[in-house]
C-alpha cells in the first residue's frame, strides 16, 4: 500500500495535545468489569477527537483485555480457563505424579500467585485508536479490566491521549 504524499503534504498542521489521568475502578472480586463508557467519557471530555489512548494497568495481579461484549458466556468461558491454567491450589509439576505443590509466593493468600501468572498471560497495558472523540472499537468488541484476585480492590490505570 502506497501512501499518498501530495495529498498529506496539502493537510493544515494539526497540534498536538496529550492528556493524563488515573482511572480508578472498584471491582467486586475475581472477574472481568466493562471500562470502555468511562474512557469514551473521559475523552470526551478532553476535547481531543483523533490520536491513540495507551492505558497502563497499576497493579501486577489484575490487567487489561479488549474481548467480546455481546455473549457474556465468553467471558466466563475465558475466566474458567484462566482458573484451570493457573488454579488456586498450586502447581502440578511437569513430569511429577506428586500432585499440586502449593505456590511459594502467597503473602496475599491462597489467590496471590495465581493473580500474578493470569496478569503475566495478559496484558497490562493497551494502545488504542481514538476516531470522532471515541474509542475505535469494533461492534462486538469492550474494554475490560481483569480482575484476577478473589476479593474486590481498588484498582488504577493510567490514562495517557496523544492526538488533536
Known amino acids: 500500500m ?4 501530495q495529498r498529506s503534504a496539502t493537510l493544515p498542521q494539526a497540534v ?3 492528556a493524563h489521568e488515573e482511572l480508578q475502578v472498584l471491582t467486586r472480586g475475581e472477574g472481568f468489569q466493562r471500562i470502555d463508557p468511562e474512557l469514551n467519557q473521559w475523552i470526551a471530555a478532553t476535547g481531543i477527537q ?3 489512548l495507551h492505558l497502563t494497568c497499576l497493579h501486577t495481579s489484575a490487567s487489561l483485555t479488549i474481548n467480546e461484549n455481546a455473549d457474556p458466556r465468553v467471558l466466563e468461558d475465558l475466566a474458567a480457563w484462566m482458573r484451570r491454567v493457573a488454579p488456586q491450589i498450586g502447581v502440578n509439576s511437569l513430569g511429577e505424579r506428586e500432585g499440586y505443590h502449593r505456590y511459594r509466593h502467597d503473602d496475599e493468600g491462597d ?3 495465581p493473580a ?3 496478569t503475566a498471560l495478559t496484558s497490562q497495558t493497551l494502545s488504542l485508536s481514538v ?3 471515541r474509542l475505535q472499537l469494533g461492534i462486538w468488541q469492550a474494554v475490560y479490566l481483569c480482575e484476577w484476585r478473589a476479593r474486590g480492590s481498588s484498582r488504577r490505570i ?3 491521549l496523544l492526538g488533536s
Do not use: C
Open 2 to 5: 502506497e501512501l499518498d504524499r
Open 16 to 18: 498536538l495535545l496529550q
Open 50 to 52: 483523533v490520536g491513540v
Open 111 to 113: 489467590d496471590d500467585m
Open 116 to 118: 500474578h501468572i493470569r
Open 131 to 133: 476516531v470522532g472523540g
Open 158 to 160: 493510567a490514562l495517557h
